[in-house]
């Protein structure tokens, strides 16, 4: 993991103006932007990751109902990454009959 970042407080003097949006900017543009997703698992190894809850559940519905092999070992677990997860993947998804996990999986991780 990266080393955290060390943070000190300070109080202003009275007589100093501040610009809040500036203030806000520069801590936007260092920081490193996570992204929520909702991960499917598979016996807890991590196989796809999906926008929402409800997209992830869907897919786990959907293969628990196709009797898909694994389907006792499925589950989803939220999740915060540095990677945005791609519409593309749900899209995918919508457009496939999916049997198995491990057949059709929609992010690689």
């Given at each position: ?29 260092s920081g490193t932007k ?76």
């Amino acid at each position: 993991m990266e080393d955290l970042p060390v943070y000190k407080s300070t109080m202003l003097k009275k007589d100093v103006e501040t610009n809040d949006d500036e203030i806000y900017e520069t801590v936007i543009a260092s920081g490193t932007k996570y992204y929520k997703c909702y991960t499917i698992t598979d016996d807890d190894e991590e196989k796809a990751n999906l926008l929402t809850f409800a997209d992830a559940e869907s897919v786990v519905n959907k293969l628990k109902d196709d009797d898909s092999a694994n389907a006792d070992d499925l589950g989803i677990v939220e999740k915060y990454d540095t990677r945005e997860v791609e519409a593309q993947a749900l899209k995918l998804l919508k457009k496939t009959k999916i049997t198995s996990l491990k057949q059709h999986q929609l992010m690689m991780l």
